[in-house]
């Protein structure tokens, strides 16, 4: 390069399998036809309603979805909006403003798969670098890759990464428990992994394991979690524009009545 010689080196990377479900041709035709779809039904809307920047922090404090699920279907801002409160210090909000995103996305994607499949990109590169770290990061991917499976249900193996740092693998089952709570089958076919966590010296990595079990149905944990049942280690659980605090040993009682169903 201009008389000097440069060295380098090539690199081939190999996709793995549930990311290539997501970037396989066939998946990438479905997505261009559904947003060539999304626009031809918009195209003849001449009024757009979109939202300010406080408006969505005010609708968000209030856990007041549906306008900005509105606007989301007009404006793609909503999504810039959503991801800056998830730096809050308050969990409630970041949890809600996680939820909403996940909401907002799903529509969003549905037109615009591209400009999702960036911020969970986005996302997970915040988790491994420490200057981008995003609290709410994993909240956020839970909540994105739930609300919409059919398309970024592939996603969800790159939070595996995540169980082996001690320091994220609480975090990590929780986002793998909301994704779990709506589409479980993503997830079914790994479970027996999940089974060392129930033993896991955290209670928080127990807890959120018990979760995540209860979740996916897995009715070959029952007895793995009949042994939590006297823990009264509390834990946080989102739901519903709520966090709640419960005893592992409740959360492990409701998931085997989930399992018993």
């Not at 089974?195 to 127990?206: K, Q, S």
Request: aromatic share 8%.
């Amino acid at each position: 390069y201009e008389g000097r010689r440069i060295s380098g080196a090539l690199y081939f990377i190999r996709l793995h399998e549930d990311v290539q479900e997501v970037t396989s041709v066939g998946v990438q035709q479905k997505l261009a036809k559904a947003a060539s779809t999304s626009s031809d039904s918009s195209s003849g809307q001449a009024i757009k309603k979109t939202l300010s920047k406080k408006e969505v922090e005010e609708f968000v404090g209030k856990y007041q979805i549906e306008p900005i699920e509105k606007a989301a279907g007009e404006d793609k801002k909503m999504i810039r909006y959503l991801q800056r409160l998830l730096y809050s210090g308050d969990s409630q909000l970041r949890q809600r403003a996680a939820e909403i995103l996940g909401s907002a996305c799903s529509i969003i994607g549905k037109r615009d798969p591209g400009i999702v499949s960036k911020l969970l990109q986005g996302l997970f590169y915040s988790l491994v670098d420490t200057a981008a770290f995003s609290p709410g990061a994993f909240e956020a991917i839970g909540e994105i890759i739930g609300h919409k499976p059919d398309l970024f249900g592939g996603y969800a193996p790159q939070l595996y990464q995540f169980l082996a740092d001690e320091t994220r693998k609480p975090q990590a089952l929780q986002a793998l428990g909301r994704i779990a709570e709506s589409s479980p089958d993503i997830l079914r076919k790994h479970t027996l992994h999940f089974f060392a966590f129930l033993e896991d010296p955290d209670p928080a990595v127990r807890g959120y394991t018990a979760w995540l079990m209860g979740n996916l149905g897995a009715h070959e944990a029952k007895k793995d979690l009949e042994k939590l049942l006297q823990e009264s280690y509390e834990i946080e659980i989102y739901d519903k524009g709520t966090i709640e605090k419960k005893g592992v040993g409740e959360v492990a009682s409701e998931a085997l009545k989930k399992i018993s169903v």
